[in-house]
């Protein structure tokens, strides 16, 4: 997993610094306000290897049981196209978003609409559609 510094620019590139942005997110000190907030985090987990993140905040109707990442997959950059309702007093939210990634000499774009809900007033991710 990689270690990053709270003063280090946030892999969400949400302009922010990652101890302002993601890194309250994962390491369980400051949840997500947003539907949105919590789609960056999630991204933000793949593209350092938090694992144990991307499970907490994954609904457990539809979390799997291993998750398992590939470590010759490197997340690049993170476009958010849409988002709708999951805002601080909706329940349920997508975010429309492209992330990018280089895995070896090979680029690739993960396109998803990502579904969120509530659960116990935390916001997780429930499932997606790619495409």
Known sequence: MAVLVDTDPCPCRSGERFGACC???????????????????????????????????WHPSTRPRVLDLDPGQRWVALEILRTARGG?????????????YRAGRERGTLHERSRFVRVAGQWVYLDGIVG
């Open 23 to 57: 890194g309250p997110r994962l390491d369980g000190t400051g949840p997500a306000p947003t539907a949105e907030t919590l789609m960056r985090s999630r991204y933000t987990a793949f593209a350092v290897g938090d694992r144990d993140y991307l499970l907490r905040s």
């Open 88 to 100: 601080l007093f909706d329940e349920d939210g997508e975010v429309e978003f492209r992330a990018h």
